[in-house]
Structure formats: structure tokens, C-alpha cells
């Protein structure tokens, strides 16, 4: 057997590949999934595009989309009128709006960041003005 190396495998690399296996599994059950919208009967149904870590770029193109539907929405709920002239009622359904869960966690929320960020720093001077003055 000459030229061969005999390679052990160790315990970290083991463990490695578990920890890589379960964070791919995590990125996998986390991403979301959204039902696809109605289609003609006569339409074929689309293949669904499989997108793992989509990342903010799908985000910003999804919020971008969805804020472009509501206002040709609101536009067409403006001028819609019957053959008489009168104005249709538009009934707006609350099932089209998207739900807390199905919001994406990684969404901006600066109430939160300053809430992270400043709580560290507020109970660090709280402790440094309390020990100067000898109260605690």
C-alpha cells in the first residue's frame, strides 16, 4: 500500500458535519412559505422555484411587489363604476393581508434595535452613577 495515507476520523469532524447538517435543516424549516395565489383553471400551475436563504434582496422584491398591488389596488377601488355611473362598493378582505407569523423575523424593527442596543448602556451607568454616589 504504498502512496496511501489512512486517514482517522476524528470526534470535531464528526460533530462538524452534524452541526452543519442541523444549521442546513434550521435554514430549510425556517424559510417561508407562502401559498400561491389563485390560478385560471386553464393556466398550467407554475413549478415552485425552491429558494434556500433567500435573504433580504427576495424581501425588499416581495415588499416592493406587494406595495405596487396595493396601490393599483386602492387606484382601481377609486375609479370603479357600474354601467350607471354610481360607484362599486370594494370589499376589502382581510385574508389578503399577510399575518404576524407569516412576516418575515428579519424585518427592520428599530423600536427593538434601540431597545438592544441601549439597555447594556442604561444598566452600566445606572450601576456607575449609583457607585459614585456610594448608594449601593
Do not use: H
Not at 98 to 126: C, G, K, M, Q
Request: hydrophobic residues 40%; without cysteine.
Amino acid at each position: 500500500m504504498t502512496g496511501e495515507t489512512e486517514v482517522r476520523s476524528s470526534l470535531t469532524s464528526g460533530l462538524q458535519a452534524v452541526l452543519l447538517a442541523g444549521v442546513f435543516g434550521m435554514m430549510v424549516g425556517m424559510a417561508p412559505v407562502r401559498a400561491e395565489e389563485a390560478a385560471p383553471a386553464e393556466a398550467a400551475p407554475a413549478t415552485p422555484a425552491v429558494s434556500v436563504g433567500g435573504g433580504v434582496d427576495n424581501m425588499t422584491s416581495r415588499k416592493s411587489k406587494r406595495t405596487t398591488r396595493v396601490k393599483k389596488e386602492k387606484k382601481a377601488a377609486a375609479t370603479s363604476t357600474d354601467d350607471s355611473g354610481k360607484k362599486k362598493r370594494v370589499i376589502i378582505s382581510p385574508a389578503d393581508e399577510l399575518d404576524e407569523d407569516e412576516l418575515s423575523p428579519l424585518r427592520p424593527n428599530p423600536p427593538l434595535l434601540f431597545l438592544i442596543f441601549a439597555t447594556p448602556v442604561t444598566i452600566y451607568l445606572t450601576f456607575y452613577v449609583l457607585g459614585s454616589l456610594n448608594i449601593i
